[in-house]
């Protein structure tokens, strides 16, 4: 059976670790789900899946697609998924509509949204109407534009206060969950030990209650440079690669089959 958001939130209590990635696919999703406690069908597939620079151009559609295909491999773990940009921002009709849409065809547990203090009320919303959120707060991929680029956040103490002070109105507004990305590891420490909800790092150090990173970086399938903060556990474009340049060279020498 698949992890609700309680017994993520019983993992931070019983201080046991959250061990989450992303997924796009059925394949990885049936090869990873055992592994892990959440899995994320990110909008990271936009620069991860379909080679673009920013996620901007992720749909609902896009979501769904990839939703329902890691649906069918996850068995174990929970499974959330991210509202892409501009499907929650406009309006809360908007999100809610989106966000049901979403729900309904994947049957993915939870939303992830990239929160503001505009967006604190759809949290709500969406809670009141059965939708657990997870509130994305520090380094936000769709603000790409306002940041001018992939930018690590918490740098001044007024950005660290609004980060804080956001997540501690995201879990007082109904947030299931925090995903903490891009900031210092002792402003993550700082709102792990402040809300009682779990939260999940990437880029954020080591005292979140769990951590998170896009599968394919991990594998090492996205060609390097990573960012700083993310571990190879194998080289897979290498072994990929290989792979495919010893079946080329089979069928061009009449080797194969
Ligand atoms: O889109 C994504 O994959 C994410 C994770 C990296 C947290 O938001």
């Known amino acids: 059976m ?10 931070k209590s019983n201080k046991e670790r959250i061990v989450a990635l992303t997924a796009y696919d059925f394949q990885t999703a049936s090869i990873i789900d055992s592994y892990c406690d959440f899995i994320l069908v990110g909008d990271s597939l936009g620069n991860v899946f379909k080679g673009e620079e ?20 996850v ?8 509202m892409p940009f501009m ?7 908007d999100a809610l509509r989106n966000a049901g849409k979403i729900i309904k065809t994947t049957k993915a547990q939870s939303l992830k949204l990239e929160i503001s203090f505009d967006t604190i009320p759809t949290i709500q919303k969406l809670g009141n109407a059965g939708i657990p959120v997870v509130a994305h707060v520090g380094l ?3 603000s790409f534009n306002v940041y001018g680029g992939y930018k690590k956040q918490g740098k001044t103490r007024a950005n660290q206060d609004y ?38 790092g990437i880029g954020a150090g080591k005292m ?11 594998l090492g399938i996205t060609p390097s440079p990573h960012p700083s903060f993310v571990k190879n556990y194998s080289n897979m474009r290498v072994l990929m690669k290989k792979s495919v340049g010893k079946y080329k060279n089979e069928v061009k020498k009449n080797k194969f089959p």
């Open 2 to 11: 698949r992890k609700s958001v309680q017994d993520l939130q019983s993992m």
């Open 54 to 73: 920013t996620t901007l151009g992720v749909t609902v559609d896009d979501m769904i697609y990839h939703g329902l295909s890691v649906s069918r491999g």
């Open 75 to 82: 068995k174990n773990a929970h499974l959330c998924i991210d």
């Open 87 to 93: 499907s929650y921002q406009s309006s809360t009709t």
């Open 140 to 142: 936000c991929p769709q």
């Open 163 to 200: 980060i804080l002070a956001l997540s501690k109105e995201a879990e007082k507004n109904g947030a299931s969950i925090i995903v903490i990305e891009g900031v210092p590891d002792n402003l993550a420490s700082k709102i792990t030990k402040t809300i009682k909800i779990p939260t999940i």
């Open 208 to 218: 979140c209650d769990g951590q998170i990173l896009v599968t394919e970086d991990m």
